[in-house]
């Protein structure tokens, strides 16, 4: 099937930092979504892109549909320590009710 | 509302047992779906349900069971658990055309002895 490739799996940050994170796949997807998961919780839909090109952003955090529609990436701008948590990607290969493919996230770590 | 609900939180099995993990929502919608998330990796979808009485596959159904009698209620069945399905197991829902926008459940720690 699909697959994702998240990068980086893990990543240390200074508080105030930036931070930037991607995902690509050989495959052409229709979505992409981003999620952040807490620990003990489900995963939280953080940003939606639909359109290739498209650079959508939510507070401190932008994320961009790429070009190609085979990959994506996130920023989070000024990191807190609650930015702390696993961020995973999702794409959607066609529309409607298809189900989603899932990277294998990438785990933040902020250092106050 | 309550959003999607899961029951129960922890649970442990010896292997063979059955068990059924428990997915609500009061939302109405119309799809619902299980994946199992294992360290380091994302989440994999293991069934899906676009409407009551209606289910399909997804990336990793084998050893499980669902139903879905009711809008609201989708349970996923381990019928003889094995030490593989250890997993944090998440139930999630969104309106019949947004999987895009699906809801999770805050997930069911499963663990096979």
């Known amino acids: 099937g699909q697959q994702l490739n998240q990068s980086p799996q893990s990543m240390f940050i200074q508080e105030g930092e930036d931070v930037s994170m991607n995902c690509t796949s050989s495959?052409?997807?229709?979505?992409w979504l981003w999620y952040k998961q807490e620990p003990g919780e489900g995963p939280v839909l953080l940003i939606a892109?639909?359109?290739?090109?498209e650079l959508t952003s939510n507070g401190r955090l932008t994320a961009q549909f790429g070009i190609t529609r085979k990959d994506s990436f996130l920023n989070i701008s000024a990191s807190i320590p609650s930015d702390v948590g696993i961020y995973f990607c999702?794409?959607?290969?066609?529309?409607?009710?298809?189900?989603?493919?899932f990277g294998k996230g990438t785990r933040l770590s902020v250092i106050a | 509302n309550a959003g999607v609900t899961q029951t129960p939180k922890f649970q442990v099995l010896k292997t063979g047992q059955s068990m059924t993990l428990q997915c609500a929502q009061d939302?109405?919608?119309?799809?619902m779906s299980w994946y199992r998330q294992d360290p380091g990796m994302g989440l994999r979808l293991i069934h899906y349900?676009?409407?009551?009485?209606?289910?399909d596959q997804g990336e990793v159904p084998n050893g499980y069971n669902v139903s879905r009698s009711t809008t609201e209620d989708f349970p996923l069945r381990l019928l003889s658990a094995a030490p593989s399905q250890t997993s944090v197991y998440f139930c999630?829902?969104?309106?019949?055309?947004?999987?895009?926008?699906?809801?999770f459940g805050p997930g069911t720690r499963l663990t096979v002895l």
């Open positions: 939302m109405n919608h119309e799809y």
């Open positions: 495959s052409i997807f229709n979505t």
């Open positions: 999630a829902s969104c309106w019949g055309a947004d999987t895009d926008t699906q809801y």
């Open positions: 999702a794409g959607q290969i066609l529309g409607g009710n298809t189900p989603l493919v």
């Open positions: 349900s676009v409407g009551a009485g209606i289910t």
């Open positions: 892109l639909y359109k290739a090109g």
